[in-house]
């Protein structure tokens, strides 16, 4: 991967201040990442499932925490957003106020130095932040490393990883988190084909923590 300004803090600072003007304009929470079928998908893993509703689920860069709006409203009542960027936190605190759900817990938190109090949860989820650290200029593939150490602290042993990428193929993910980790199933994602091949402009796969 080049690396990219979309792997900096200060890209996503200076992102989501744009947005929190936005909404604080017109009421806008801001692009949500790859769509609304992409939230859509999760929440029917988990219904199909019957992943229970109480069950502690983390939001791993949750930007505008629109998903946890979304998954509060499908009736999950134990729900945890957090994201390095405060502009992003102070969105989603917003969002959160526009939609009426106290309950969600909103911090702000750099996932690669996890605070001790990040741990047991029963579901992490990930909608591109693992992609954006993948454009990180300084020493991306040690962020990688360490994204996957962080990973195995704050998620429980037979944990659910939701993983969602467009940077990243199924085999790709694979590797990357074959230490600890278990692939139980990939999730169907739009197709396109080009020059006769057919493809997946998207990846969207589900681990489990060994």
């Not at 979309?6 to 017109?26: C, K, N, P, S």
Request: hydrophobic content about 40%; glycine content about 10%; overall charge negative.
């Amino acid at each position: 991967f080049v690396p990219s300004a979309l792997g900096t803090r200060e890209h996503w600072d200076a992102a989501y201040e744009r947005e929190l003007q936005t909404f604080q304009d017109i009421g806008d929470a801001g692009e949500i990442w790859f769509g609304e079928e992409s939230m859509l998908r999760i929440i029917r893993w988990l219904e199909k499932h019957e992943v229970p509703l109480d069950s502690s689920v983390l939001d791993i860069g949750t930007g505008n925490g629109v998903l946890l709006v979304e998954l509060a409203k499908s009736g999950y009542m134990n729900l945890t957003g957090i994201d390095y960027s405060p502009s992003a936190i102070h969105l989603s605190e917003k969002v959160r106020e526009k939609e009426g759900m106290s309950n969600i817990k909103l911090k702000v938190e750099d996932f690669l130095a996890p605070s001790a109090e990040l741990s047991g949860f029963d579901i992490c989820i990930d909608k591109g932040t693992f992609d954006a650290i993948s454009l990180n200029p300084d020493d991306a593939a040690g962020k990688r490393q360490q994204y996957v150490r962080s990973l195995g602290r704050v998620l429980k042993p037979q944990g659910f990883f939701l993983i969602t990428s467009c940077n990243w193929t199924k085999e790709e993910l694979l590797n990357e988190f074959r230490e600890g980790f278990e692939i139980l199933e990939e999730l169907p994602t739009p197709k396109f084909c080009f020059g006769g091949r057919i493809g997946n402009s998207v990846t969207a796969l589900v681990f489990r923590r060994k």
